[in-house]
């Protein structure tokens, strides 16, 4: 059974920056495609990030260069570095294979305060 663990949210001004972690079990994490999604309160689930088995990045718009998708396949770690957070930023962060096939984990809560 998959197990996703989510890490690395908190409380930060705008501006700040963080380092997200995925901590992912019982898949064979190093064949699968990853992602980030983010939930903010009221609006749908959306996709952040992406990276392929090969380290291939892509990002949705709104990253504008923002957040820097990575993986070590040797710890099993999906990582997502943010730089610059914005108010709209806060969301409840979440990884799951690429189309979010896998069952969620908890999700890390990012706030970013203006």
């Known amino acids: 059974q998959v197990q996703l663990v989510e890490s690395g949210g908190g409380l930060v001004q705008a501006g700040e920056s963080l380092k997200l972690s995925c901590a992912v079990s019982g898949a064979m994490f190093r064949l699968s495609n990853m992602a980030w999604y983010r939930q903010a309160p009221g609006k749908q689930r959306e996709l952040v990030a992406s990276i392929t088995t090969r380290h291939n990045t892509n990002s949705a718009d709104f990253v504008q260069g923002r957040f820097t998708i990575s993986r070590d396949n040797a710890k099993n770690t999906l990582y997502l570095q943010i730089h610059s957070l914005k108010p709209e930023d806060t969301a409840v962060y979440y990884c799951?294979?690429?189309?979010?096939?896998?069952?969620w984990g908890q999700g890390t809560q990012v706030t970013v305060s203006s």
């Open positions: 799951n294979v690429l189309g979010g096939y896998w069952s």
